[in-house]
């Protein structure tokens, strides 16, 4: 996993969301398992933005659960933050294949979290 203030890799795709209400706790900072919600948002619109969705990788036969998920927080995101989520293939040629994410809320840019998926195949 790149260091938090690296940028993504090439090839990685980002996506902007919103912290919403019910996002958070009574202190207004993002629940901690959402990040690994989020992330998986982060993952199928990689797909979409490389030309296949979930729906037509499933209908080909190609099924990808996930086997291990590590995530690590670095920093907290808050209610009405816009989090911007970077997910990038970390490895193909090894199996089972990984992906990656990371996420950044502001502004000001600050990292937030950082996460490792394994799916098997």
């Not at 629940?31 to 690994?36: D, E, G, P």
């Not at 979930?54 to 590590?70: C, S």
């Not at 995530?71 to 992906?99: E, G, H, I, N, Q």
């Amino acid at each position: 996993m790149p260091a938090a203030n690296d940028a993504p890799p090439p090839g990685a795709h980002a996506y902007e969301l919103p912290v919403r209400y019910g996002d958070t706790d009574q202190m207004g900072v993002a629940y901690y398992a959402n990040y690994l919600y989020w992330f998986e948002i982060a993952r199928t619109e990689w797909l979409r933005a490389h030309g296949k969705s979930y729906r037509e990788l499933e209908a080909e036969g190609v099924i990808l659960p996930v086997t291990e998920a590590y995530c690590r927080y670095l920093a907290s995101a808050r209610y009405d933050d816009r989090l911007k989520l970077w997910s990038w293939v970390a490895s193909t040629r090894l199996a089972p294949p990984s992906s990656e994410s990371a996420a950044w809320a502001g502004p000001p840019r600050t990292p937030t979290a950082q996460a490792r998926v394994r799916s098997a195949t």
